[in-house]
């Protein structure tokens, strides 16, 4: 399976999740709404990644300590959101939480709560 596949599979295992393209690229949205993953085919950057919705201090702790796989996106960075290269090896249990994180953070919070934080 393609990393966009992958992807794909763990955005729409949430709730109440739709799939629509955004600027040209495949993005999720919680209750067709609120963005909370859009994937990033060389979009903006060089490489294959996804940008994400991050809690506050998430983007600025991954991108210190782990520049060659987190990044601050274009356009949404200043917000707090996260970027993740899929073009290096990639942990797709971590990549699982950084998606479910993504999702708590712009739902509702009763759906929110339908999804709890996974163990790390």
């Known amino acids: ?4 596949e992958r ?3 763990l955005c729409l295992a949430l709730p109440e999740t739709t799939e629509r393209l955004s600027h040209g690229e495949p993005t999720w949205f919680v209750r067709g709404k609120k963005t909370f993953v859009m994937f ?3 979009h903006h950057v060089d490489r294959l990644a996804f940008w994400c919705a991050a809690p506050p201090g998430v983007q600025e702790e991954l991108v210190e300590t782990e520049p060659d796989r987190f990044f601050r996106p ?3 960075g200043h917000r707090g959101w996260l970027g ?6 990639v942990d797709w249990d971590e990549i699982r939480r950084i998606v479910a994180d993504a ?3 712009v739902a509702p ?3 929110a ?3 709890p934080a996974p163990e790390e």
């Open 109 to 111: 919070k009763t759906l």
């Open 40 to 42: 990033a085919d060389h």
């Open 113 to 115: 709560a339908r999804v």
């Open 84 to 89: 993740v290269y899929l073009d290096v090896p």
């Open 1 to 4: 399976m393609d990393e966009l």
């Open 7 to 9: 992807l794909r599979a």
């Open 74 to 76: 274009p356009y949404v």
């Open 103 to 105: 999702f708590r953070h």
